[in-house]
Nanobody, 116 residues
Framework: VQLQASGGGVVQAGGSLRLSCAVS????????MEWFRQAPGSRHEFVSSIGWSSFATSYADSVKGRFTISRDSASSTVYLQMNSLKPDDTAVYYC??????????RGQGTQVTVSS
């Protein structure tokens, strides 16, 4: 499974960004997709996940009500719509595929910078 994340950028506090994660390869083996982030000097932080077949979603408390994860079945793209962004959301955002019977796959990160 190969992942390509995009959509990061610089935005003012209160603004919005939409991240995309293009998924290719053996998508039939994917059980779920996750977004996580890492700020400078911090550990990886779970942001959101979506079941590949179930479309069930979950969110970190820090983003609940502001971020929305979704998946386009036709294009195998996973999105993270981020609204009401805060400076604390500044981080490199990564998408990850949880793959059945194989190692998880992670894409390259995309930088999100929120200015105050």
């Amino acid at each position: 499974v190969q992942l390509q994340a995009s959509g990061g950028g610089v935005v003012q506090a209160g603004g919005s960004l939409r991240l995309s994660c293009a998924v290719s390869g053996r998508t039939s083996k994917i059980s779920s997709m996750e977004w996580f982030r890492q700020a400078p000097g911090s550990r990886h932080e779970f942001v959101s996940s979506i079941g590949w077949s179930s479309f069930a979603t979950s969110y970190a408390d820090s983003v609940k009500g502001r971020f929305t994860i979704s998946r386009d079945s036709a294009s195998s793209t996973v999105y993270l719509q981020m609204n009401s962004l805060k400076p604390d959301d500044t981080a490199v955002y990564y998408c990850k595929a949880i793959v059945m019977g194989a190692r998880d796959s992670r894409g390259q990160g995309t930088q999100v910078t929120v200015s105050s």
